[in-house]
């Protein structure tokens, strides 16, 4: 039996947003595949219809963290081929264990990288709730992906699970882990930049080449973004760390680091803060 790999061969290519036609909102309305430009970079997202006309989606789900949480999801359901063999009701001959397993690690490689064509065949239904992502698989599609038949009465789908949330963030919304973690992590330009200006301005008031007036009024900005800015050279290191790694709590970013009152002075109190749970 082809797999969807071998399957999808000749086709013209994977489409860009793999949910597109399958992921609904909490009321099972259809969230449409988007996109807005910056620059020379594209950012794609899902988002919901417009209301009376207004032109302003009522829901903005970045598309890279909503396709990694299901990835991620289905890359661990493959991760167990016993548990995915009776889940969707696959009829695996004992002699045919060990090809079942080696075919399911890779499509779970392939799930974790977001290969858009295994995604698409795979779905049946994304739902987004507040809280959580229930995610319908096609019974059928995942036998096609592992190479085996499915049971005579086998289902023809099965729901998979992913404990995050929706918090907004600007215009958008973004996907939280249970831990507090951004479902995407990597180093973000604005961050690295911030602190590297931390310590600059930090080193300039040490040599006693400055004043927090005199800078501010040099950098255009206001004394107190000045004391701001200045106190990120105190980080503590691990929380430097995963700045330069992305791995920050999901709602840190420049401005929340910036804000008055964001930055603990003891660095057990900014790990607690700042770092998702468990990484302290």
Same mark, same amino acid.
């Given at each position: 039996m082809?797999t969807?790999c071998?399957a999808?061969?000749? /086709?013209?290519? %994977?489409?860009?947003s793999p ?5 609904i ?7 449409i595949a988007?996109?807005?430009c910056?620059?020379?970079?594209r950012?794609?997202?899902y ?11 009522t829901?903005r789900? %970045?598309a890279?963290?909503v396709? =990694?949480v ?5 890359a ?7 548990a995915?063999s009776?889940?969707?009701w696959?009829?695996? +001959? ?7 397993? &080696? /075919? ?5 490689? !392939?799930?974790? /990288?977001?290969?858009?064509?295994m ?9 987004v709730f507040?809280?959580r992502? &229930?995610i319908e ?13 499915q049971a005579?009465?086998a289902r023809?789908?099965f729901?998979l699970g992913?404990?995050?949330?929706l918090?907004?963030s600007?215009?958008a !919304? ?9 479902p995407?992590?990597? %180093?973000?330009?604005t961050?690295?930049?911030l ?10 008031f040490?040599?006693?080449k400055v004043t927090?007036? =005199?800078l501010a009024?040099?950098?255009?900005v ?13 980080l +503590? ?16 970013d420049?401005?929340?680091?910036t804000? %008055?009152?964001?930055?603990d !002075?003891?660095?057990t ?9 468990g990484?302290?």
């Amino acid at each position: 039996m082809p797999t969807i790999c071998r399957a999808s061969a000749g /086709r013209r290519g %994977p489409s860009p947003s793999p949910l597109a036609g399958k992921i609904i909102d909490a009321s099972a309305a259809p969230l449409i595949a988007s996109h807005a430009c910056k620059g020379s970079r594209r950012y794609r997202y899902y988002v919901s219809r417009p209301v009376d006309g207004a032109g302003i989606p009522t829901l903005r789900i %970045p598309a890279l963290e909503v396709e =990694t949480v299901v990835g991620d999801c289905l890359a661990r359901a493959f991760e167990d081929p016993v548990a995915l063999s009776a889940t969707a009701w696959l009829a695996v +001959a004992p002699t045919d264990y060990v090809g079942f397993a &080696e /075919r399911a690690a890779r499509c779970a490689t !392939m799930l974790q /990288r977001r290969d858009s064509l295994m995604l698409h065949a795979l779905l049946t239904r994304v739902q987004v709730f507040d809280a959580r992502i &229930e995610i319908e698989c096609d019974s059928k599609a995942v036998g096609v992906a592992l190479g085996v038949r499915q049971a005579d009465n086998a289902r023809p789908s099965f729901m998979l699970g992913s404990e995050v949330r929706l918090t907004r963030s600007g215009r958008a !919304m973004r996907l939280v882990q249970s831990n507090g973690a951004a479902p995407v992590q990597g %180093p973000e330009e604005t961050l690295i930049r911030l602190i590297a200006r931390a310590r600059g301005w930090w080193q300039e008031f040490k040599n006693g080449k400055v004043t927090i007036a =005199t800078l501010a009024d040099r950098e255009g900005v206001c004394r107190s973004y000045v004391t701001r800015v200045v106190r990120l050279a105190f980080l +503590a290191p691990p929380v430097v760390d995963a700045i330069l790694a992305g791995a920050l709590r999901a709602e840190v970013d420049a401005g929340a680091l910036t804000s %008055p009152g964001a930055v603990d !002075m003891g660095w057990t109190d900014q790990v607690r803060r700042l770092l998702p749970r468990g990484d302290s």
